[in-house]
């Protein structure tokens, strides 16, 4: 089944509402001083069931200049618009704002309905209808259908019903592929229910139970339940009216404008790469840095327009630009919106999102920046795709990509393949995702990593490698620990790198002492077999061989790392060899007499209380002895 939604357009007291009532049989005027001052302020809805059966979403708007915003919040939805035209005035101030905002949102079926036929003869009524045809050349609209009625009278309502319905069979319904996006136009509390949120849905679909995001706060939430039209519904599809229960969340937290999206499917950000087109109409130029209400889905925020390209922007032309705005945004490339001067309001212009969370301000006048631009706007998928990863070489998720494109996820990972295997993109497996990087920034990466690797040998040879937190803060700093660990394991898989546990190396390096650090190694390794047990402290040792601090450090950490040194207190280390041979004896003491004091192990060793202590500390750590009172028995390695 197609949904679809069919919004209203026209200057106030044109009869919209009236004209809503008469097709439908409801008043979507809900608020007192709406029915008080007889004109519509907010959005209304309603449902319309056209001849052949098919039932449509209906979004009422207020034609007053002074309620624009809350049209703009519903115009966001549209599918098909009813530009409707008062018989007794024509083409009027908010006629033509409206019209400019549905050519600026690319709102391309319609019907144009003159209301109020019961007021003129029929002479006036063809004078109006001329009129109108001149005011649609060149828009949309121009060859849309028109229809004259009487809301009032009843009079064509018929007509435009059956008008109606062969103009939505050939209206293309949104796309339910793909994350959801719920733009927000009404946030309330509902009694025993807590906080309700109603849009129209314009990609995808929402499960009762599905885990969704609310943007740009960064909300998550579950869906409690989900109406359409009144009706309790399971699930709902992109071009239907909903109303969805979310849990857990306050009516603050939310606002108009909000987004209820797929989680982490949407990023916030305070910058939008656009291609800006100003009205004709537009009352005079607009600047660089120019300030300017901005308008789209259900949303408005303000921001500066920064203009790539020129100092100024004539009226009816467009150029590149940046908004930055004042507050965080969400937005997915190919959605279009409109600007309105700060003051006075007025709209003068909109265009489309090529790029909705760019990684940086761009800088003016830049050609590398505006030919990228081009390519995210008129690129194919498969250029666009490595557009964004060029803009950020810092390993997006597969789903992340598809996001920041525009791209459906299946798209996007059929691309990635596509590109792999043109040798362009390079995929990063983990975790059961997919992480992708451009090729040349990959390899790069590699060989600058492999520099740092080298330098760092020859600094520390006695090392196994450089340490991976390190090098993790010192060279990729904006990847976390986990896309780190995918992206070190894929260059392991390609041989360009080895890892440890704990650390990289270059392929080819070995760590081992020179000549010189081995004749000391040699001569400590004697000095400790021969004071057994009863070493010297380290301290003693690395200086008695000329050792610095440091490189004594150095020394250290390489026997222990190989196992030749064993550390059993502090500043206290011995040959893996005595201990064994300590093990032993303590094993066969222990088969005789079935427990020990530390004064046995003293006399046993040949040592002193000094080092028999931290031995038998050692010992219950291994597991060879166990400590009861003043005495050890035998520990579980011994069986």
């Known amino acids: 089944m197609k949904h679809l939604i069919i919004g209203t357009a026209g200057h106030v007291n044109h009869g919209k509402t009236a004209l809503v009532k008469a097709m439908t049989g ?172 109603t849009g129209t849905l314009v990609a995808g679909e929402i499960r009762v139970g599905d885990s969704v995001e609310v943007q740009p706060q960064g909300l998550i939430t579950r869906v409690r339940s989900l109406q359409s039209h009144g009706e309790k519904v399971e699930f709902v599809v992109a071009g239907q009216r909903v109303a969805a229960n979310l849990a857990g969340l306050e009516v603050e937290q939310i606002s108009r404008g909000s987004v209820v999206a797929g989680v982490n499917s949407l990023k916030s950000s305070y910058h939008l790469d656009v291609h800006l087109s100003l009205l004709k109409s537009a009352a005079k130029p607009l600047k660089n840095r120019a300030r300017v209400r901005f308008y789209l889905g259900s949303g408005q925020a303000l921001g500066r327009v920064v203009l790539l390209d020129r100092e100024e922007l004539e009226p009816g032309a467009m150029a590149f630009a940046q908004i930055v705005m004042e507050d965080r945004t969400v937005a997915v490339k190919g959605n279009r919106f409109v600007i309105r001067s700060y003051s006075p309001m ?100 590699a060989g600058e990593l492999q520099q740092m690797l080298e330098s760092y040998h020859r600094e520390y040879p006695l090392r196994e490698g450089y340490p991976k937190e390190e090098l993790r803060y010192r060279k990729f700093p904006v990847l976390n620990n986990k896309a780190f660990q995918f992206l070190i394991e894929t260059m392991e898989n390609d041989q360009l790198v080895r890892c440890t546990a704990q650390a990289v190396a270059s392929r080819s390096f070995v760590s081992e002492p020179g000549p010189e650090m081995n004749l000391i190694i040699d001569k400590i390794r004697k000095e400790l077999a021969e004071a057994s047990f009863q070493p010297p402290a380290w301290s003693e040792l690395t200086a008695a061989a000329g050792l610095s601090k440091s490189a004594g450090s150095e020394l250290l950490r390489y026997l222990l790392r190989t196992g030749e040194l064993k550390k059993v207190g502090e500043n206290l280390y011995f040959l893996d060899e005595t201990l064994n041979t300590a093990s032993r004896v303590i094993a066969g003491f222990l088969h005789q007499k079935g427990e020990m004091t530390i004064g046995e192990l003293r006399d046993l060793l040949q040592t002193s209380r000094k080092y028999a202590l931290p031995l038998l500390g050692y010992f219950d750590k291994e597991r060879i002895t166990r400590r009861l009172g003043d005495k050890r028995l035998p520990g579980k390695a011994l069986g």
């Open 26 to 197: 409801v008043d979507t005027d809900r608020l007192k001083e709406e029915k008080e001052r007889g004109i519509s302020i907010e959005l209304g809805f309603t449902a319309l069931k056209l001849p052949g059966g098919p039932k449509y979403g209906i979004v009422d708007v207020p034609g007053n200049e002074r309620f624009i915003k809350n049209m703009l919040a519903g115009a966001g939805g549209f599918d098909l618009v009813l530009l409707v035209v008062a018989a007794d005035e024509g083409v009027m101030p908010q006629t033509r704002e409206h019209l400019d905002i549905i050519q600026l949102l690319q709102v391309k079926k319609g019907v144009i309905v003159l209301t109020k036929a019961d007021l003129v003869d029929e002479e006036w009524v063809d004078l109006v209808k001329e009129e109108v045809r001149d005011f649609l050349k060149g828009t949309v609209l121009e060859d849309a259908p028109l229809v004259t009625v009487s809301a009032v009278a009843g009079q064509g309502i018929d007509n435009l019903l059956e008008l109606l319905e062969r103009v939505a069979e050939d209206t293309p319904a949104k796309t339910t592929a793909g994350p959801p996006r719920l733009p927000v136009d009404r946030v309330f509390s509902v009694t025993g229910f807590g906080t309700v949120v």
């Open 346 to 445: 007025r709209t003068i212009g909109g265009g489309v999102v090529i790029d909705p969370a760019p990684e940086r301000r761009h800088k003016r006048f830049r050609s590398e920046v505006l030919k990228a631009l081009e390519t995210w706007e008129r690129g194919t998928p498969a250029e666009i795709l490595e557009q964004y990863l060029r803009g950020n070489p810092v390993l997006p998720e597969l789903a992340d990509a598809a996001a920041g494109t525009g791209l459906q996820v299946s798209e996007t990972e059929e691309l990635a393949q596509q590109l792999a295997l043109q040798g362009k993109v390079k995929i990063v497996p983990g975790d059961g995702k997919a992480y992708l990087m451009l090729t040349e920034v990959y390899r790069r990466m």
